[in-house]
Every structure is written in structure tokens, then in C-alpha cells.
């Protein structure tokens, strides 16, 4: 089975502070996602990354950073938290195209910023 | 428009009825089409998917793809109440990359 961890099921940050959410799959797959879930918004996409060390913008980049240093690792880094960003944080990961599979989430970090 | 439409519900159904599920999506270039069920406070789960016009059948879920039409359906059979949860459909484009697009997602109930 597939299996995606996140660093954090709850976290509490002050506004202003730098914050790190980790995201580690063990499945070897190339391509890792961050999403944020709000209510009647749904998910939407903040970054993903195909390969080591690359990273594409999803529809919601600002405010968000990302680093991936090591295939199974995927980080997101909130550069200075702001209250708009609390929010629930979904990490997901997928294999190639070829196998035409979907993606695969780890269990969520429910981010409060105060 | 959307994206990815679904009906937001709540949709209430009867335990041991059929609960019916759609999605519409925008791209006709779409090529993979997902279904993830969402229980409360837990992160989405992927349950079917589908990528030929037609029906997949998978235990009690059934898939159903209809390209010239541009929708998806997810049915459940003998509904339980353990199915009860937020249904997401999801849609990925044939071209591009490994994005999925997301609707926001139908609450189902299954009334015991």
C-alpha cells in the first residue's frame, strides 16, 4: 500500500512565524502535490513537483514556498504565516502517467495561525 | 464555470438504496476521471477510476464515464452507513501534466 505521512496532524502558529510542513511517501513515486482544503472551496493545488528539485506553481503559490531535495521528501514553507492561512494542508503523491493512477494523500495538517 | 461541477448536496439516501453520484467537467481533452471518498476530518481516500467511456464496476461502486456528454458518475449499491462521507471527483487532462482538477465535492448521507 501506498503510504504518505505529513509531519503534523495539528499545528499552531503565530502570524509572522516561518513554518514547515514535511511531507515523506514511500512509494518511490515521482510526483508530489501540496494542497489546502477549505469549506466550499474544495482542494485546490498550492505547488507540485515531478522530480527532484523541481517544482511547478499550482493555482495558489503566494505566500507558499516549496523544496524538494530527496524523491520521497516534499516540503511546503509558509514564509510568513498569516491568518488566511489557516487552513487544512493535504500533501498527495502519484506514480508516472503510465500507470494511470491517482493520487495518493497523507492524512492531513490542520494549521491554525493565530 | 467550474471546472468540475458536482451537486454539493446533502444528498440523503436510504440505508440499502442505490446512491447516485455526477460530475461534469469542462475539458473535453480529459482523459482520467476519479472518485475519492472524505470522511469527516480525514483526508480524501481513492475509491474508482475510470478512463474508457462506460461502466467500471468495483464491489458495490460503479463508475460510470460518458466523454460526449463530458460527465462522471460514481453509483453505490446497498448503501450503508458507513458510506456516508464527501464524495470528490477528480479529472485529469490528457495533456500537461500530473495535475487533477477537483469539484468541491457531494455530502452523502445514508439514513439507517
Known amino acids: 500500500d501506498v503510504k504518505v505521512t505529513q509531519s503534523s496532524r495539528y499545528l499552531v502558529k503565530r502570524t509572522g512565524e516561518k513554518v514547515f510542513l514535511e511531507c515523506v511517501q514511500d512509494m518511490d513515486h515521482e510526483n508530489m502535490f501540496w494542497y489546502r482544503q477549505d469549506p466550499g472551496l474544495g482542494l485546490r493545488l498550492i505547488y507540485f513537483s515531478y522530480d527532484v528539485k523541481m517544482k511547478e506553481k499550482g493555482d495558489i503559490p503566494e505566500g507558499y514556498s516549496v523544496s524538494r531535495e530527496k524523491k520521497e521528501r516534499f516540503s511546503l514553507i509558509l514564509e510568513s504565516a498569516s491568518t488566511n492561512q489557516t487552513s487544512m494542508y493535504l500533501c498527495?503523491?502519484?506514480?508516472?502517467?503510465?500507470?494511470?493512477?491517482?493520487?495518493?494523500f497523507g492524512p492531513g495538517t490542520r494549521l491554525t495561525v493565530t | 464555470q467550474k471546472e468540475v461541477e458536482q451537486n454539493s448536496g446533502p444528498l440523503s439516501v436510504p440505508e440499502g438504496a442505490i446512491a447516485s453520484l455526477n460530475c461534469t467537467y469542462s475539458?473535453?481533452?480529459?482523459?482520467?476521471f476519479f472518485w475519492y471518498r472524505q470522511y469527516s476530518g480525514k483526508s480524501p481516500e481513492l475509491i474508482m477510476s475510470?478512463?474508457?467511456?462506460g461502466d467500471k464496476e468495483d464491489g458495490r461502486f460503479t463508475a460510470q464515464l460518458n466523454k460526449a456528454s463530458q460527465y462522471v458518475s460514481l453509483l453505490i449499491r446497498d448503501s450503508q452507513p458507513s458510506d456516508s462521507a464527501t464524495y470528490l471527483c477528480a479529472v485529469r487532462s490528457n495533456f500537461g501534466n500530473e495535475k487533477l482538477t477537483f469539484g468541491t465535492g457531494t455530502r452523502l448521507t445514508i439514513i439507517p
Open positions: 498527495a503523491s502519484s506514480p508516472p502517467r503510465r500507470q494511470t493512477l491517482g493520487q495518493y
Open positions: 475539458d473535453r481533452g480529459s482523459q482520467s
Open positions: 475510470i478512463y474508457s467511456n
